[in-house]
């Protein structure tokens, strides 16, 4: 069984930087496409960015500011996020898949979920 548990999310001023973390409590954590979701109050949830080797995604609205990465031997997926904006409030989830042939950028291919973080960027 996997679980995922995020962390690191708070409340920045527009311009900051903050970096979230996901553990990985499971097994062949190097084999799952891990991604990032966010919602925002009202809002559907959104891809942010996933990848699993050279395969990597971002949505438009973050690309050029956060970056995605992993760290196998600490079983953790990061999040750094750079120059925030208030539009990027939101909760924030880790989300990871095994099966191949999925679409990395849809929710529903994501076969395990965190509970979230709460970011908030004050402008």
């Known amino acids: 069984q996997v679980q995922l548990v995020e962390s690191g999310g708070g409340l920045v001023q527009a311009g900051d930087s903050l970096r979230l973390s996901c553990l990985f409590s499971?097994?062949?954590?190097?084999?799952?496409?891990v991604g990032w979701f966010r919602q925002a109050p009202g809002k559907e949830r959104e891809f942010v960015a996933a990848f699993r080797d050279s395969d990597r995604h971002y949505a438009d609205s973050v690309k050029g500011r956060f970056t995605i990465s992993r760290d196998i031997a600490k079983n953790t997926v990061y999040l750094q996020m750079n120059s925030l904006k208030a539009e990027d409030t939101a909760v924030y989830y880790c989300?990871?898949?095994?099966?191949?042939?999925?679409?990395?950028?849809?929710?529903?291919?994501?076969?395990?979920w965190g509970v979230g973080t709460q970011v908030t960027v004050s402008s």
């Open positions: 499971g097994r062949a954590f190097r084999s799952y496409f």
């Open positions: 989300a990871v898949f095994l099966k191949s042939l999925r679409d990395a950028r849809k929710s529903s291919s994501y076969e395990y």
